[in-house]
């Protein structure tokens, strides 16, 4: 009996970091120091957050190809300034949710 409670303890405290988490894009956003660059409706390194979430409006793959942008980073997108690669301290959920974040802005 003991264990059935531990693991449902377990599994909801999981679900409930997960959620927590996918709320925090702004948080690691800034934490990784990505407003460096990126501001809401502001232009100055590089895109807004409104004019990215515009240009993927609609484009159910823009997600997953903006998870490998972030991680890898590159250039010729928005621009001939590079966006330097993300470190790799920053793990794949971090950009998961703030990419998800990201793309909120309308």
């Not at 956003?29 to 240009?55: M, Q, R, V, Y």
């Amino acid at each position: 009996m003991k264990t059935r409670y531990l693991v449902a303890m377990i599994v909801t405290l999981s679900a409930s970091a997960t959620a927590f988490a996918a709320g925090d894009g702004e948080a690691l956003f800034n934490k990784n120091k990505c407003s460096t660059c990126h501001k809401l409706d502001k232009k100055t390194i590089g895109p807004t957050l409104k004019e990215i979430s515009a240009k993927y409006a609609g484009d159910k793959d823009a997600p997953a190809r903006l998870e490998k942008k972030v991680r890898t980073g590159g250039s010729d997108v928005w621009g001939t300034v590079p966006m330097p690669r993300t470190p790799v301290a920053v793990s794949d959920e971090e950009i998961k949710i703030m990419v998800a974040w990201m793309l909120s802005h309308k």
